[in-house]
């Protein structure tokens, strides 16, 4: 067992004692993400450099001691949470945007820089960062990577790792390599691709290389109105079965509704059974004829309102009820656990009538929210943390709704990765030896177990015998094929 006064007086020689977090009191801080999961880590480091970086690493593997990276702690599936303990690595001073190229369109920057700022930072040369999460004033492009983050605009542009070429990275023994680059082909196995969406598991990335893109020339803000989910469902359907690819659909149903008025004034109807938030951009004549195709089909279920936002302020409100609809929901009920299943967009209507159901059933208020164009749901299980049973209950129903989600085809993640929340559920999209090749991967990378250990993975109890650590003694030395 690691003696955590000599594991902080190491980490305290590598950054200085003003970066070693370790008091009981301070390290609360640092016990959550965004999830209901929670747990203390014996340490958090605050580095300010790749060698920094490397050598807590080297502190931790000597002492045989979990490391866990983190960025802003919004991840929503325990991902950033000590549940092991050991050391949380802090990437938040690591902020720097160390290079923009915009002939090339891309930047460099270092792990901690938060995914808006890229974008502010870029804006003055038309540029923006198009993976937008709705946390994207406080997450950071590493935690992005990481969780291979969608957003609204991830529909049209693709999800984190369609904007990340490469990036440096610091490897469980400490070592740092570089993976991909500044080009979007590179020889070999695309590690890249590999690394983008491990959870903190297999590296810890300390710069990434990103894509950036021009501004659009034009864009259009539609806020389509419905009585009820049903029909605003059809229509999403009806827009991508119309050949139509808008940069954002994006729906909330009547609580989302509520809560997002009450918060931010966004100009959602009162009693508006759902809304959609179509955004369509490109060169303005495309724009208009792709905007009037959307109403078209809007128009053919029933809406009660389409409105298109005449200018920029009343677009950033349309928008600002979305963004903030999440914090908003605390008008409604102390805590929420949202959940983060992804079905095919034709099967929309029925999951979501299931999911009305369950509410119904249970007593439960479960507020919708999705990304609905990519059928990426997010249904939000309302509940009171301090009732006894109510955690237990909101998690089970999230659990159905996931099972619901696989057996209409569809998966347990849109973008918020399995973490600690979901691992049990792995199991129902993979059997045994899919689990098993997957965490091979873990000693291709290194010898040891200590980055982000018992995450993503089912823990043996859940799975049959499998255990990722079954996994690295068998690929170790010695192994089997
Ligand atoms: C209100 C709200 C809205 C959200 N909306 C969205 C959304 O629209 N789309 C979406 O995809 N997500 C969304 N999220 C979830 C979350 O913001 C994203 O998963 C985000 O990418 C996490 O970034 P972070 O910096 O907070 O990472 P953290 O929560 O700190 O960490 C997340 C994971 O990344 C790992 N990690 C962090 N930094 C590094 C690094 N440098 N190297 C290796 N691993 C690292 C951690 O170990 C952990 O496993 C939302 C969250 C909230 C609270």
């Known amino acids: 067992m690691a003696d955590r006064a000599v594991v902080i007086q190491e980490l305290a020689?590598?950054?200085?004692?003003?970066?070693?977090?370790?008091?009981?009191?301070?390290?609360?801080?640092?016990?959550?993400?965004?999830?209901?999961?929670?747990?203390?880590?014996?340490?958090?480091?605050?580095?300010?450099?790749?060698s920094q970086v490397s050598a807590c690493?080297?502190?931790?593997?000597?002492?045989?001691?979990?490391?866990?990276?983190?960025?802003?702690?919004?991840?929503?599936?325990?991902?950033?949470?000590?549940?092991?303990?050991?050391?949380?690595?802090a990437l938040?001073?690591?902020?720097?945007?160390?290079?923009?190229?915009?002939?090339?369109?891309?930047?460099?920057?270092?792990?901690?820089?938060?995914?808006?700022?890229?974008?502010?930072?870029?804006?003055?040369?038309?540029?923006?960062?198009?993976?937008?999460?709705?946390?994207?004033?406080?997450?950071?492009?590493?935690?992005?990577?990481?969780?291979?983050s969608g957003g609204p605009h991830c529909l049209a542009y693709g999800v984190t790792t369609n904007h990340v070429l490469g990036m440096e990275v610091v490897l469980a023994d400490g070592s740092v390599e570089w993976i991909g680059g500044k080009t979007r082909e590179n020889a070999g196995h695309d590690l890249r691709?590999?690394?983008?969406?491990?959870e903190g598991t297999l590296a810890i990335v300390t710069k990434a290389v990103v894509r950036l893109l021009r501004q659009p020339e034009s864009v259009k803000t539609l806020l389509a109105v419905f009585a009820d989910?049903?029909?605003?469902?059809?229509?999403?359907?009806?827009?991508?079965?119309?050949?139509?690819?808008?940069?954002?659909?994006?729906?909330?149903?009547?609580?989302?509704?509520?809560?997002?008025?009450?918060?931010?004034?966004?100009?959602?109807p009162e009693g508006a059974?759902?809304?959609?938030?179509?955004e369509v951009d490109g060169i303005a004549e495309a724009v208009e004829e792709e905007a009037e195709a959307v109403e078209e089909v809007c128009n053919r279920f029933n809406p009660l309102q389409i409105r298109t936002a005449t200018d920029e302020d009343e677009r950033e409100r349309l928008w600002s009820g979305r963004k903030g609809v999440l914090g908003a929901l605390g008008r409604l009920a102390p805590n929420y656990f949202l959940v983060d299943g992804t079905v095919p967009r034709t099967k929309l209507v029925e999951?979501?009538?299931?999911?009305?159901?369950?509410?119904?059933?249970?007593?439960?208020?479960?507020?919708?929210?999705?990304?609905?164009?990519?059928g990426n749901l997010h249904p939000s299980v309302l509940f009171d943390q301090r009732k006894p049973g109510d955690i237990e209950s909101a998690l089970e129903i999230g659990g159905k709704i996931l099972e619901m989600c696989v057996e209409v085809g569809g998966v347990l993640s849109g973008e918020h990765g399995i973490g600690l929340e979901k691992q049990q559920y792995m199991p129902l999209m993979f059997n045994e030896s899919d689990l098993d090749a997957m965490a091979r991967l873990k000693p291709a990378f290194a010898t040891n177990d200590i980055l982000n250990p018992g995450k993503v993975f089912p823990s043996g109890a859940s799975c049959g015998e499998f255990s990722q650590m079954a996994a690295v003694a068998k690929a170790g030395p010695g192994a089997s094929a």
């Open 273 to 278: 059974g759902a809304v959609l938030l179509v």
């Open 92 to 148: 938040t001073r690591m902020n720097r945007i160390l290079e923009v190229d915009a002939d090339n369109l891309l930047a460099v920057v270092e792990p901690g820089v938060v995914n808006i700022d890229l974008t502010h930072h870029v804006a003055s040369d038309g540029l923006y960062y198009a993976p937008d999460p709705s946390s994207q004033r406080a997450c950071t492009i590493g935690g992005n990577v990481a969780e291979n």
């Open 57 to 89: 690493v080297r502190v931790a593997a000597c002492h045989g001691v979990p490391v866990v990276a983190r960025g802003a702690g919004t991840g929503l599936s325990g991902g950033a949470v000590a549940e092991q303990g050991g050391i949380v690595i």
């Open 193 to 198: 691709g590999i690394l983008v969406g491990s």
């Open 13 to 50: 020689g590598v950054v200085g004692t003003d970066y070693v977090v370790h008091e009981p009191e301070d390290l609360v801080v640092f016990e959550y993400d965004g999830s209901v999961d929670q747990a203390l880590p014996m340490a958090v480091v605050i580095p300010d450099s790749t």
């Open 351 to 374: 999951v979501l009538s299931r999911i009305r159901q369950m509410s119904v059933d249970t007593g439960y208020p479960i507020a919708n929210l999705l990304h609905a164009g990519d």
């Open 229 to 268: 989910l049903d029909e605003a469902s059809a229509a999403v359907s009806g827009i991508i079965g119309a050949g139509i690819v808008p940069a954002a659909i994006e729906m909330m149903d009547d609580l989302c509704i509520q809560a997002a008025e009450a918060a931010v004034h966004a100009g959602y």
